[in-house]
Structure formats: C-alpha cells, structure tokens
C-alpha cells in the first residue's frame, strides 16, 4: 500500500506530512518554520491535536502522491536507501514561495528522524555543493561551542543533487520575535584556514556562520553563509 500523507499548513499546503503513526506525524509539523503568530498557533495546535488523537487529529485528506515526478522519485528512493539505510516513511518541504526551486525530505524509519535531504538541479546546485563541503570542513575542525548538522551523504540521480544530513530532534519551539544573535569566543583553530583554501570566501569575510531559520531547532532550515570575523576572535552564530 502506498503511503499516505496530508498537505499542511491549511491552504499553504508546502508540506506533505506523514500519516502513518502519530510520531511521524509529528516529525513532519515539526519540520514546519511558520513567523507569523497565525502560523505558530496553527503549528502548535496541529501537534497537540496530533498527541491527542494520533494521526486522524491533523486535518485534510490524504493523498498517496510522491513529492517528485514518480519516475524521478523511484530513482531518489532507491538511491537514498542505498545511501541512508532503511526507512518506512518521510515527510516532505518545498519554499512556500512558487518561485523557489527546491525540496527537503525529512526520512524516517518507526517515526524517527533518520536523514534530512536536500534536492537541487543539477543546474542550480552550487550553493548545496558549497553548504555540504562547509559543513565537512566545520566536522574536521570539532568546534565545541555551537552545534551544526553533520554532513552524511551527497549524489546526483535523475538530473538532480541530494544531500543528506543528520537531523536534529523533532520538536516544536518558541517563536522568535526579533533576530537574535549570540556569540561565543572561539580560538583560531575552531575556524579553520582550509575554510579558506578549500572555499575562497569574499575578501575580509573569514569564517562561516550556521543559521536556523524560523523555529530554532527546526529539523528542516538549516543553512550556511560567510561572515566576517571581528578582531576580538569571536565566531557568531545567528538565528534568524
């Protein structure tokens, strides 16, 4: 039987969530960022509806749709299997926004997080290509004061790169009223120079900054940039 997943959130529908077990379910609103009010009220009362009444209390129909084209699916299904190891089910996210390119698959095996994958054309994959050889580079140089999301996996198939990542815990979180940012003092070999070598920034712009969109801690927006590194040494870490 082929799964089954709901369109969420109401009327955006950017998400495709799993209805296969209540934790699953709850995996897939995890990975929904809302930043309005609105957004976070629904967010929140889809998951605590969810705990209640199990997968039957998020509303809407099902559809057994894939989040691709089934013959581009069928190829990323198999090669993601190869490569993330058994999974019974997965959530799905695309931009809300019509005109962005992309696709993120949170994948899951008895409602836990195993990966999260990011597909891009292979036309347009440069900035993944980038964000994952940055996160390996980050990996090498073991920093102790900021978390990020290992790099675990990366190949093309059917005209498109994936990436995989280990995926943070599914949960919902507060809402972030303003951006905030915190700093931590990070000695000269938590930013390493191969940053440098490896992935030229533009000039004066040093080290890198890990960033999480919408709810901190979100299983889904995770993303990577250049900043500047001030002359007291310190690495900043922004949530946006």
């Known amino acids: 039987m082929a799964l089954q997943h709901k369109r969420f959130p109401p009327g955006r529908g950017n998400l495709l969530i799993p209805t296969s077990t209540r934790a699953a379910t709850l995996a897939g609103i995890a990975m929904y960022s809302p930043s309005t009010r609105r957004g976070f009220l629904v967010q929140r009362a889809a998951w605590y509806s969810v705990g209640l009444f199990g997968s039957k209390g998020l509303p809407g129909n099902s559809n057994a749709a894939p989040p691709l084209a089934p013959e581009v699916w069928d190829e990323l299904h198999a090669a993601l299997l190869a490569e993330a ?36 054309r292979e036309r347009n994959c440069e900035k993944l290509r980038r964000e994952f050889e940055a ?9 102790h004061s900021f978390g990020f999301t290992e790099p675990l996996f990366e190949g093309t198939v059917a005209g498109r790169l994936y990436a995989g990542f280990a995926p943070l815990p599914a949960f919902i979180g507060r809402r972030l009223h303003r951006r905030s940012t915190a700093s931590w003092p990070i000695s000269p070999k938590r930013c390493p120079r191969s940053l440098d070598r490896t992935m030229p920034a533009p000039t004066g712009l040093q080290c890198m900054e890990i960033s999480h969109h919408g709810i901190f801690g979100s299983s889904a927006d995770i993303s990577t940039s250049w900043i500047g590194r001030p002359p007291d040494g310190v690495l900043l870490v922004q949530t946006r």
């Not at 695309?94 to 994958?117: K, M, S, T």
């Not at 996160?135 to 920093?143: D, Q, T």
């Open 85 to 120: 190891g058994p999974y019974d089910d997965w959530a799905a996210h695309r931009p809300p926004d019509p005109h962005r390119e992309g696709l993120g698959i949170l994948l899951l095996q008895e409602g836990r997080p195993v990966a999260f994958v990011k597909v891009r």
């Open 135 to 143: 996160l390996g580079l980050v990996r090498e140089a073991n920093p």
